[in-house]
C-alpha cells in the first residue's frame, strides 16, 4: 500500500519561493530514486526534478539553477525548494518513486508510483 503525499503548495508572487515536500509510506524508501513533476493545464507532465538512491540529481532546463531536490531517509521524504519563481511555474506539481537504479530517469513512465499534486501557483 504506497503512498506518495505532497505538501507545501501554494500562491506565491513572481520572485518568491516555495518549498514541497512529499512523505512517502509503504515502500523502502532508501531503494527508490524520486522525481518531481508538473503539469500545467493543457500541458504534458514535464520533468522537473529527480534524485537517486545514492544522492545524484538531475533537473530539468526550465528550472535548473532556481530549484532543488533532496531527500531525507529518515525521515521517507523528499523536497523540492523552489526560488526564483515565475508565473510559468504554475503547474500542478507532482511527486514519483521508482526503482530504477543510477542515473535520475526524467521520463513519466518510468516511475511507478505518484502522489496526486499540489497546486503552485505564481502571480504576476
Known amino acids: 500500500q504506497v503512498q506518495l503525499l505532497e505538501s507545501g503548495g501554494g500562491l506565491v508572487q513572481t520572485g518568491g519561493s516555495l518549498r514541497l515536500s512529499c512523505a512517502a509510506s509503504?515502500?523502502?524508501?532508501?531503494?527508490?530514486?524520486m522525481g518531481w513533476f508538473h503539469q500545467a493545464p493543457g500541458k504534458e507532465r514535464e520533468f522537473v526534478a529527480g534524485?537517486?538512491?545514492?544522492?545524484?540529481?538531475g533537473y530539468g532546463a526550465s528550472v535548473k539553477g532556481r530549484f532543488t531536490i533532496s531527500r531525507d531517509n529518515a525521515k521517507n521524504t523528499v523536497y523540492l525548494q523552489m526560488n526564483s519563481l515565475n508565473p510559468e511555474d504554475t503547474a500542478v506539481y507532482y511527486c514519483?518513486?521508482?526503482?530504477?537504479?543510477?542515473?535520475?530517469?526524467?521520463?513519466?513512465?518510468?516511475?511507478?508510483?505518484w502522489g496526486q499534486g499540489t497546486q503552485v501557483t505564481v502571480s504576476s
Open positions: 514519483a518513486a521508482t526503482r530504477i537504479p543510477l542515473v535520475v530517469p526524467n521520463n513519466p513512465h518510468q516511475y511507478l508510483y
Open positions: 509503504g515502500l523502502t524508501f532508501s531503494s527508490y530514486a
Open positions: 534524485i537517486s538512491r545514492s544522492g545524484d540529481t
